[in-house]
């Protein structure tokens, strides 16, 4: 199969949107500490240029779960593949996700995350797929409400490459 890669939202726009979000948040969190929970990987380019954005102070913790084969389809099963390092209870929590797609992954974690006693809980993430939903996830801060297609960069991967690309592109296959 050949591979190839269409921009859908460039990186100057990717990062606008991701300041908005931390000018946000930070106004909402204004005199509390924000617990922020990165969902491993693809979260990650998000998480940092997120927090390094916040205007309060902010701690870091990550975990790892997976809803994915190597396809481009969610399983809907969800493993919890390496958990928070720190309890959480009492904590404000900010939960960030690169992706809702189906919301299988999302709805599985914020249960198992509500159950530890956080002070508060609230999700944030990059993009959005709501044509896909299969269960309701309520997304507190959302960056991009995107088109049911598969999406790569910023974080994203199709078989763990594309990480790296700085814009958000959509992956397209076809017979050589
Ligand atoms: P969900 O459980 O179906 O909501 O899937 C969420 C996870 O699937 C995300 O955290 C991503 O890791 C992955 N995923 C969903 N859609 C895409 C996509 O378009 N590109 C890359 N990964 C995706
Ligand atoms: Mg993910």
Redesign the pocket.
Known sequence: MKETVSILIPQEKVEERIQQLADEISRDYAGKTIHMIG?LK??VFFVCELAKRMTIPVTMDFMSVS??GSG?R?TGV?KLIKDLDDPIEGKDVLVV??????????SYLLENLKSRKPASIKLTTLLD?PE?R?KDVYVDYQGFQIPD????GYG???DQRYRNLPYIGV?HLSEE
């Open positions: 969902i693809g979260s809803s994915y481009t969610s969800v996700e690169d992706i809702i797609d189906s919301g299988n992954t999302l797929k896909r299969e297609e598969f999406v790569i994203l991967d199709y992956m």
